[in-house]
């Protein structure tokens, strides 16, 4: 079944941490399934974000902590680092467009996330993308989303297999 990474980004640096308060009150509601997340706060005055996974998310459907780890470095390290790694930066990059996040999806995200703000990522199958956006009908939050085919999600999965 095809999945879709839906990230929620917030005004605040607790947005996020409240929002995940929601999303893991409905999953264990049963009102969508959620195979995997993460959260992302950065504080103001801090150099970088802090990043923690879902610990709620669906054992069975969870990426791990290596793929957000890969997608958290290119979006916020990698761009610091750029200059040193020359032509490397590109094949990172290059890696996460074959699996359905383009470098489009990586550039928001990285332009919109700054110190005093944070975002939600949830992993959802697709078919359950638009009970996780009504929870958010009315929140004070942008989504972006990145949908992912079956192909994409397999190899995703096998790439970041623990």
Sequence with gaps: MAATLSVWEFDTSTGADEAHVKVDRLHAE???TVSDGAIVS???GTRKPRTAPFPSADPEGALGGLF???LFGVMFFVPLIGMTLGAATGIIAGALTDVGIDD???RRIRRDLRPGTSALFVLTSSTEVDRLTEAFRGANARLLQ???SDKQEAAIRTAFAD
Aim: proline residues 7%.
């Design 30 to 32: 049963e009102v969508f």
């Design 42 to 44: 950065w504080e103001p």
């Design 104 to 106: 489009n999806f990586i």
């Design 146 to 148: 990145a949908n992912l």
């Design 68 to 70: 957000w780890g890969f």
